[in-house]
């Protein structure tokens, strides 16, 4: 099972809303992330979690808090977005964080498409 | 810091071949990959060169020069399904997570 799934495929919400946006694998994957990616651009890596601790926050805003409940499960817990945030949010894994800058293949979810109103 | 230029946009027909070049600025470097990305899809990995020189699979090749600090994608026998976003990524300095370029959109027309 090369897949990652991820719940829900979209979402609307106002800027007071929380969410909660979920992923998972069932690789035995050890390292897993989080990009937003805005339409025509590249994904832009938010969050990396190796062996279910976080290891990279590249200066998200605290709106958007990170969680990795068990090797397998990553969520990406929203509050009081902006209407900037609205975007794909891509997560992806891979067999270890110190191998996959190695050309380890990173497997990416098909994305949450986010609307923030 | 990781930098990498790629062209924005490609256009073909089908059946013909397309090379997708990508240059890069990196401090340290480990292997140029690339991603497939189709329109509302998530990025699919295609290739990953460490050494110099072509790496083929199928129909897509893909070649590295590290001491050009450059790498392309080759697309041959185009199809209309090949129309989609293509990204090459370095590694960051640390090896830890991969830097996207811009992408380039491939359209295939009949």
């Known amino acids: 099972d090369t897949e990652v799934t991820q719940t829900p495929k979209h979402l609307v919400m106002g800027m007071t809303n929380k969410k909660s946006l979920k992923c998972e694998q069932h690789?035995?994957?050890?390292?897993m992330y989080w990009y937003k990616q805005k339409a025509k651009k590249p994904p832009e890596l938010m969050f990396v979690y190796s062996y279910e601790k976080l290891s990279i926050n590249e200066s998200v805003p605290s709106r958007f808090s990170p969680e990795c409940p068990n090797s397998s499960l990553l969520n990406l817990h929203l509050h009081a977005l902006q209407p900037e945030d609205s975007a794909l949010y891509l997560c992806?894994?891979?067999?270890?964080?110190?191998?996959?800058?190695?050309?380890?293949?990173?497997?990416f979810g098909p994305g949450t498409r986010l609307l923030v109103l | 810091g990781q930098s990498l230029e790629q062209p924005s946009e490609v256009t073909a027909v089908e059946g013909a071949i397309v090379q997708i070049n990508c240059t890069y600025q990196?401090?340290?470097?480990?292997?140029l990959s690339w991603y497939q990305q189709h329109d509302g899809g998530a990025p699919t990995f295609l290739s990953y060169n460490a050494l110099d020189g072509l790496e083929e699979t199928g129909r897509f090749s893909s070649f590295l020069s590290r001491s050009d600090s450059y790498g392309y994608l080759l697309l041959q026998e185009l199809q209309m399904k090949d129309s989609a976003s293509y990204f090459c990524?370095?590694?960051?300095?640390?090896?830890?997570?991969?830097?996207f370029g811009k992408g380039t959109t491939l359209s295939v027309s009949s």
């Open positions: 990196t401090s340290g470097f480990y292997g």
């Open positions: 992806a894994s891979s067999p270890s964080q110190r191998t996959s800058g190695r050309g380890e293949t990173q497997y």
């Open positions: 690789m035995g994957h050890r390292a």
């Open positions: 990524a370095v590694p960051n300095q640390a090896g830890t997570a991969l830097i």
